[in-house]
């Protein structure tokens, strides 16, 4: 069915109008997937020009599904920073609502999805009594985003997914917005786990617990000085640590230079991905 509904994208990608491409739009459907069976609707924000908003609702059709999608936008463009740290993109991506309502009643999917028109810290509020299986967020700056977590995390059901959008994009970009730091600061203050790739999304009530963990790094040691029978070194320290725990005979660095290997470390990433380059 997802093959299905990427094909229909290739082939008619000028009616449909979206900027995700085959594979992002994959990714979203199959999160769909995940939670088909899941108690509550569907929830957008930022629908753009509704392109992928069409392919949602027609992929619920393949899967002979009931749920609504209620998609969100100013239709306004974007608004504006409170912070001045964060770029000013007011106004951008603004889209005629006329034309996508229209839109929708051409794909005959207008019964499926609500649209609903404004600035969501003002619109969202009108769905407080609502639940939801699945949550995609394409608003990148970073109040709205924000706010657009707080408001629909507690209300996705129990399994239930909230998919962010343009998480991976470069860094420039996504600092510029301050995409990352809105969803990296309600991940930690909540204490949950974000799920990367090949999309970002959270899980609701998915919980793996964090264990502390203290690193200690020295620069420049080598192994057949500090560990053996035949090591040339007095390290007590290091052979307490090492009787207590795990030694590891064999390791790969993922980079020549110490700062890259500890960003793939602590984030999980390939240098070129973390983003570090020192």
């Known amino acids: 069915n997802i093959k299905k509904i990427i094909r229909e994208l290739s082939l008619h ?34 629908t753009y020009f509704g392109g992928l908003t069409i392919l949602m609702a027609k992929y619920l059709d393949l899967l002979n599904n009931d749920k609504k999608i209620f998609t969100f936008d100013s239709f306004e463009g974007m608004p504006k920073p409170k912070s001045e740290k964060f770029l000013d993109t007011q106004g951008f991506l603004k889209v005629d609502y006329e034309y996508v309502k229209n839109k929708f009643k051409r794909f005959s999917l207008d019964n499926r ?3 609903v028109k404004g600035f969501i810290e003002e619109t969202l509020g009108t769905l407080s009594e609502k639940t939801f299986s699945f949550a995609l ?5 970073y109040d709205s985003l924000k706010f657009a977590l707080e408001f629909i995390y507690p209300r996705l059901s129990k399994h239930g997914i909230v998919a962010i959008d343009d998480y991976h994009k470069p860094k420039s970009s996504t600092e ?7 969803v990296d600061e309600f991940c930690n203050a909540h204490n949950l786990t974000l799920i990367s790739e090949p999309f970002a999304y959270i899980v609701k009530n998915w919980i793996i617990l964090k264990p502390n ?13 500090t ?3 035949k090591k040339s070194s007095i390290t007590p320290n290091i052979d307490l640590l090492i009787s207590e ?4 005979k064999q390791a790969i660095s ?10 793939s470390l602590f984030t999980a990433k390939y240098p070129f991905k973390s983003g570090i380059t020192y």
């Open 213 to 225: 963990i203290l690193f200690i790094v020295i620069d420049s040691l080598r192994a057949d000085k």
């Open 245 to 248: 725990g795990t030694y590891f």
């Open 254 to 263: 993922t980079a020549d230079q110490t700062g890259l290997s500890l960003g």
């Open 176 to 182: 510029s917005l301050g995409t990352q730091q809105a």
């Open 227 to 229: 560990y053996g029978d």
């Open 113 to 115: 999805i609500v649209i």
């Open 137 to 141: 967020i394409d608003t990148n700056a």
């Open 13 to 46: 990608h000028k009616k449909i109008e979206t900027r995700k491409s085959g594979l992002e739009v994959g990714n979203i459907l199959n999160l769909i997937k995940k939670t088909q069976n899941i108690p509550g609707d569907i929830i957008e924000t930022g």
